[in-house]
């Protein structure tokens, strides 16, 4: 069966940094996406990574390495509104997006 | 505001109620997408309307009844449900052409489902 893994919830501090990883198995691989939910609100989109790499916006980073399965989502400076769930989505073989359940992020002051 | 607008925003429903969600978007896609969100679990795909016509339909049971009736619009139709069915329903747009891109969805805030 296709799924991906990401921590269910992970705390860290105001300017701070913080890693949420996720690693995937999916029939196929057709780019990864990172999506950031707000409480009660819509998810919006984040970042999109196809081919190995970093992919860097703001204090926002993305890296994927499509041999191991893995992406992670780097947040830098951290401020109190990156408080969010953040959601990765793989896309397989028949361009179907499987989700992740998502990983809730508290940041402290 | 994401372009993307749901209504109604929460919604209380007896089983035997009859209902529907609403979804608008003003973005200008040609696709359109309904989501089921339960606590601690993955998006679960429900329906997807592509240029007005159901493309995807992931074996959801027939209390739930989709209708596009143009590319801006997208209704989900709620009838004799169950308490499981109490859920975060968001509805998505994107636009899907013949090259492969990012197809980045963008979602409305959800219709909060609570099935008494």
């Known amino acids: 069966g296709q799924n991906i893994d990401q921590p269910t919830e992970m705390t860290a501090t105001e300017g701070a940094i913080v890693q949420i990883n996720c690693t995937y198995q999916?029939?196929?691989?057709?780019?990864l996406f990172w999506y950031q939910q707000h409480a009660g609100e819509a998810p919006t989109f984040l970042s999109y990574?196809?081919l190995d790499g970093l992919e860097e916006k703001g204090r926002f980073s993305s890296f994927l390495s499509r041999s191991k399965g893995y992406s992670y989502l780097l947040l830098k400076e951290l401020q109190m509104k990156d408080s969010a769930s953040y959601l990765c989505?793989?896309?397989?073989?028949?361009?179907?997006?499987?989700w992740g359940a998502g990983t809730k992020l508290i940041i402290k002051p | 505001e994401t372009g993307v607008t749901q209504t109604p925003r929460h919604l209380v429903m007896g089983m035997t109620n009859k209902k529907s969600l609403k979804c608008e978007q003003h973005?200008?896609?040609?696709?359109m997408y309904w989501y089921k969100q339960s606590a601690k679990k993955p998006l679960e795909l429900m329906f997807v309307?592509?240029?007005?016509?159901?493309?995807e339909n992931n074996s959801v049971p027939s209390r739930f009844s989709p209708e596009c009736p143009n590319s801006s619009h997208l209704f989900l139709h709620l009838h004799t449900l169950q308490p499981e069915d109490s859920a975060l329903y968001l509805c998505?747009?994107?636009?899907?052409?013949?090259?492969?891109?990012?197809?980045?969805?963008?979602f409305g805030a959800g219709s909060r489902l609570t099935v008494l």
């Open positions: 998505a747009s994107s636009h899907q052409s013949e090259f492969s891109g990012a197809n980045v969805l963008t």
């Open positions: 973005l200008g896609h040609n696709a």
């Open positions: 309307y592509s240029l007005e016509e159901r493309v």
């Open positions: 999916t029939s196929g691989f057709n780019g």
């Open positions: 990574n196809v």
């Open positions: 989505a793989v896309r397989d073989s028949n361009y179907q997006l499987i």
